[in-house]
């Protein structure tokens, strides 16, 4: 239980609404963990996997009609519309609280309530936010507990502070699709998940609090909640510089923040420190600079073309005290799935239950994967070989640079500097990939997604642009901010540059751009490296492709400039007009 009132009457309160046979108030012993694992593995809610292979992991399968994130049914609840802005879907309060609260009531019968407190960032930090998540899943305690510190020491510390805390309630109720519902009460600190059980509905810590609400918090509040990766890299002279990054989906995100260094920068003595993958709260402190922290505790990625030339250290984290979802299980006990290490399992229970081998086709002669392309691994952070000795820094790290980055065939050049902070945030705004054959829709369609944000800003994206301009002005000196692109291809669709651990020579003349010590080439879009710059020793690349990696094609960008307003005119008067000077400073730089 607890001495804080507020939340007592709150768990009170849900409890009456959704009628669990119990409530049990998580304290995030181990002993508590062992219980919670041999109660869901004897229900069948998970099941435990070989235990010399792969100590202390287990495997789940959620519903076959609730394996994403589910956008369409995720709603940003203010009081009024054009606050939640054209990115978002938008419910009223009342009417939102009515309609969930239908299908919530009753929905913990015969289950047992947890109540998981938990905290987004360390404990006691004055970057971290107190959550409190009641659920009916066992699956969610155990991914929370990897995911979040949790458990009596953040009781401890709501009770001490008497700090207001995020209200997340779940039940997994009937895994119902058409009873599903993910919202988000930000003038309310409030989110409810209804009818689901995948990780990113029901973790509510991840991005629902992490990004959604903690966008608007931090508006209010003064700070930046980002989609970003957090790494340090460390010089031979030993000098740790820092950077943030933003990437849309399938731009190899988690893959940056674990990066090997190349055997041409290793013997330099490069190192990488992993900070986090996923999720950035940044702050200016009092020193004037941009600290940032990872809110989060672990890993939560995404298994299909994870191997060890794509992410070694993501392989090597997964190999204990890991719960693997909607992948295939081996005979053996262990896990597999596509474009991962080792040979192709003769057979095995795919993602579905269903007995699987290599070849099998549905009735439309498709193949049938063993596991999910979105299948998952929940892994403790500290599990990671490169993760950094600052993880649990109350004040974080300091950021240097800012980077945005994304998937372009043919427009933009490996790596570019924006002019200053008010033309970065317009990179930011303005960034987008092109989709791949692996993902839904037309293929080479430019999707806009700024800052990586799109579908996790928690309010009027327009507002965000704002908040982004005031920011940088608090900011003695500002990060700079940078643009990467790793998949420019040549004429025949071959990548020109070979990216993975390679990619450490862009990140290499970044920061040395931070600190003055390159020059570089001025262009209508920012600042170009000059070749000889870029540290090519061991790299197989001829002069011709890295000049088309930093080929600037005017007519290319005035088609793209087109884009940029389409998109900003959804915002309509509500766009700050420092996007629109910097849309016309580009458009005369163009010579449009």
């Not at 190349?262 to 986090?276: A, C, D, F, M, S």
């Not at 902070?421 to 037309?442: C, D, I, L, N, P």
Request: proline share 6%; aromatic share 10%.
């Amino acid at each position: 239980m607890t001495l804080n009132t507020e939340l007592k009457n709150w768990v009170n309160e849900c409890a009456k609404l959704c009628k669990p046979d119990k409530i049990v108030w998580i304290d995030g012993s181990l002993r508590e963990k062992e219980l919670l694992e041999n109660e869901a593995a004897s229900k069948g809610e998970i099941t435990r996997l070989n235990d010399k292979k792969l100590p202390g992991c287990f495997y789940h399968r959620t519903a076959i009609n609730d394996v994403a994130r589910t956008e369409n049914l995720t709603f940003i609840c203010t009081s009024k519309k054009e606050d939640a802005g054209p990115n978002n879907n938008w419910m009223a309060p009342a009417d939102a609280y009515k309609k969930a609260g239908e299908i919530f009531s009753g929905s913990m019968k015969g289950r047992t309530m947890y109540v998981i407190p938990f905290s987004m960032g360390p404990v006691g930090s004055p970057f971290s936010k107190i959550g409190v998540e009641l659920t009916d899943s066992i699956y969610v305690v155990l991914n929370m507990r990897i995911m979040t510190r949790m458990g009596s020491a953040v009781l401890k510390e709501l009770e001490k502070s008497n700090a207001t805390f995020t209200k997340c309630l779940h039940s997994k109720a009937e895994f119902d699709i058409k009873k599903r519902l993910i919202l988000h009460f930000p003038e309310d600190n409030a989110i409810w998940s209804v009818g689901s059980g995948y990780g990113g509905n029901v973790l509510l810590g991840k991005k629902c609090l992490a990004l959604r609400i903690a966008s608007h918090i931090a508006k209010t509040e003064g700070w930046m909640a980002e989609h970003m990766l957090i790494m340090g890299i460390e010089e031979p002279n030993g000098r740790i510089g820092y950077v943030a990054a933003a990437f849309p989906s399938a731009c190899g995100k988690t893959n940056l923040a674990m990066l090997i260094p190349p055997e041409g920068l290793r013997k330099k003595g490069y190192r990488i420190w992993t900070v986090g993958d996923d999720i950035a709260w940044m702050r200016v402190d009092t020193d004037g600079q941009l600290w940032a922290i990872n809110p989060e505790a672990g890993f939560f990625g995404v298994a299909p073309g994870t191997n060890s030339k794509s992410n070694s250290n993501a392989v090597k984290t997964v190999q204990k005290n890991t719960i693997f979802t909607n992948v295939l299980l081996k005979p053996d006990m262990t896990v597999w799935w596509e474009d991962g290490d080792g040979p192709v399992p003769k057979e095995g229970t795919d993602w579905q239950g269903r007995p699987w081998k290599p070849g099998l086709k549905d009735k439309d002669g498709n193949i049938i994967k063993g596991a999910h392309p979105n299948s998952r691994f929940t892994a403790p952070m500290s599990q990671c070989p490169t993760a950094s000795f600052r993880i649990e820094h109350h004040h974080g790290v300091p950021i240097a640079a800012v980077i945005f980055g994304g998937r372009r065939a043919h427009l933009m050049p490996l790596v570019y500097q924006s002019f200053n902070w008010q033309h970065g945030v317009y990179v930011g705004a303005t960034m987008a990939s092109e989709r791949t054959a692996a993902q839904f829709g037309k293929q080479g369609e430019v999707r806009r997604d700024p800052m990586a944000m799109l579908p996790f800003c928690g309010y009027n994206m327009a507002d965000y642009f704002g908040h982004w301009l005031g920011m940088g002005k608090k900011m003695l000196p500002a990060p700079k901010i940078f643009h990467v692109n790793w998949f420019r291809t040549d004429d025949k669709g071959k990548f020109l540059w070979p990216g993975y651990g390679e990619n450490l020579r862009v990140l290499e003349w970044i920061l040395a751009r931070c600190r003055g010590e390159v020059g570089a080439k001025e262009t209508p879009i920012g600042y170009i490296p000059n070749p000889e710059d870029i540290d090519k020793k061991g790299l197989d690349i001829t002069k011709a492709a890295i000049d088309k990696l930093l080929s600037i094609n005017v007519d290319n960008w005035k088609e793209e400039l087109k884009g940029h307003k389409e998109f900003f005119l959804e915002f309509g008067e509500r766009l700050p007009k420092e996007i629109w000077e910097e849309y016309e400073a580009l458009a005369k730089r163009l010579k449009i």
